[in-house]
Nanobody
Framework: QVQLVESGGGLVQPGGSLRLSCAASGFTLAPYAIAWFRQVPGMERDRLSCISASDGITYYADSVKGRFTISRDNAANTVYLQMNSLKPDDTAVYYC????????????????WGQGTQVTVSS
């Protein structure tokens, strides 16, 4: 079965850290550009960060730049999102997605999506 599975979400206090994982099964992540998105109920899904397949170039939205770090371990077939200095505004469901690599960090279309993992930042 082809799927992406996110894990690592949970409840964390403001200023804390979490590391999200995005593991692929049924296919190999290596040729794909990977992105992390988040969504708050009633709001559009926001793209946070991307990493290219070809050379690992990364992109970060201004809202997370300097706090979040995307990385990939092709041997483990997994992409990570290290989230530091978390704020209440980071509370959302976080999704990973895999898409065609265009030799830039982010793809134009995403073929595979995970089911999401909840991140709640609250004291």
């Amino acid at each position: 079965q082809v799927q992406l599975v996110e894990s690592g979400g949970g409840l964390v206090q403001p200023g804390g850290s979490l590391r999200l994982s995005c593991a692929a099964s049924g296919f190999t992540l290596a040729p794909y550009a990977i992105a992390w998105f988040r969504q708050v109920p009633g709001m559009e899904r926001d793209r946070l960060s991307c990493i290219s397949a070809s050379d690992g170039i990364t992109y970060y939205a201004d809202s997370v730049k300097g706090r979040f770090t995307i990385s990939r371990d092709n041997a483990a077939n997994t992409v990570y999102l290290q989230m530091n200095s978390l704020k209440p505004d980071d509370t959302a469901v976080y999704y990973c997605a895999a898409g065609t690599d265009y030799y830039i960090p982010c793809s134009y279309e995403y073929e595979y999506w995970g089911q999401g993992t909840q991140v709640t930042v609250s004291s």
